[in-house]
């Protein structure tokens, strides 16, 4: 101790971080100058004194640092983590035991690491693509505990897409409700995909036909729906009456969730008239308006 305050008064490298050393091995506690037999003009070596702490990032990596316990403070070790982890300093995260570490000016001493102590880092944010249902492509920026609720809200505050049309997945699998990017093991750039929330409807038309429509719930309109129909039915948009369990829906403007419609209901179309012609006595024929509710006094009425 005497002699590393000598080198301390010397050299300005505080005692604590010194190891003193002869001949390349460490000098024992206590020992004097006599007792290693030192000579005038024989050589020390002083090193510096450290402790390992093991570094284990997000991505599965664990790098061992050496650290000075007075003198390396969390900020150096954030330094010495960039090259390793690729995540700059001021967006780290580093815990120990679950608890985040805070003060980048703090020692390890003040931080209370030890020899052999083990760290996590995970970055405080992650810049992930997301590839819309238009094959467009918006980033967000997640944090390790956002789940997908809190995902979907971000992609909806970047492309305008509301959360409830929203399904999230990552490598085609939709994430499941509560699960985290940490979950997930989501790394910085891994993309994920937004597709369309749908249910399933299917519209039964007047001639036997039935045809699957795929629906949004908050998004797509009675109107929508026929319009999806003019090409399945061949019946114009403002000529159809669509009903469920025999009641007439209205309200174009409507959307599915509006109007009660839920995965796997059946619909009905009809057309509001048809277009007959009617053949006389005379052989000529005229064309009258029929609708399917029409029954034989009031199609004779109409011719």
């Not at 790394?187 to 949004?216: A, M, R, W, Y």
């Not at 109107?223 to 019946?235: F, H, Q, R, Y």
């Not at 174009?252 to 009617?278: R, W």
């Amino acid at each position: 101790d005497a002699i590393k305050q000598k080198v301390s008064d010397a050299s300005g490298l505080e005692v604590p971080r010194q190891v003193l050393k002869k001949d390349s091995e460490e000098v024992p506690q206590g020992q004097t100058a006599r007792d290693l037999g030192l000579k005038e003009g024989q050589p020390l070596e002083v090193s510096l004194f450290t402790i390992d702490i093991t570094l284990e990032d997000f991505n599965g990596g664990s790098h061992l640092l050496k650290c000075e316990p007075t003198a390396t403070t969390l900020g150096n070790i954030k330094e010495m983590a960039v090259p390793l982890t690729s995540v700059e300093k001021d967006n780290q995260v580093i815990k120990k035991g679950g608890s985040v570490l805070d003060g980048d000016d703090k020692t390890c001493q003040d931080l209370g690491l030890v020899h052999g102590d083990v760290l996590h880092l995970e970055p405080a944010l992650m810049k992930i693509p997301v590839t819309m249902p238009d094959s467009s492509v918006v980033e967000v920026m997640v944090a390790p505990d956002d789940d997908a609720d809190a995902i979907k809200q971000k992609v909806s505050d970047a492309s305008g897409l509301e959360v409830p049309r929203q399904v999230l997945k990552k490598d085609s699998e939709e994430v499941p409700q509560g699960q985290t990017a940490r979950d997930l093991g989501l790394k910085e750039g891994q993309p994920l995909e937004v597709s369309l929330f749908t249910i399933d409807i299917t519209l039964e038309d007047f001639n036997g036909g039935s045809h699957l429509l795929k629906c949004e719930p908050t998004a797509t309109t009675l109107g929508n729906i026929k319009e999806m129909a003019v090409p399945l039915t061949s019946v114009e948009k403002d000529n159809q009456v669509i009903k469920k369990g025999g009641s007439v829906l209205d309200g174009d403007d409507k959307t599915c969730q509006d109007l009660g419609l839920v995965h796997g209901d059946v619909l009905h179309l009809e057309p509001a008239l048809m277009k007959i012609p009617v053949t006389m006595p005379d052989s000529s024929v005229v064309e009258v308006m029929v609708a399917p509710d029409d029954d034989a006094d009031a199609i004779k009425q109409k011719v």
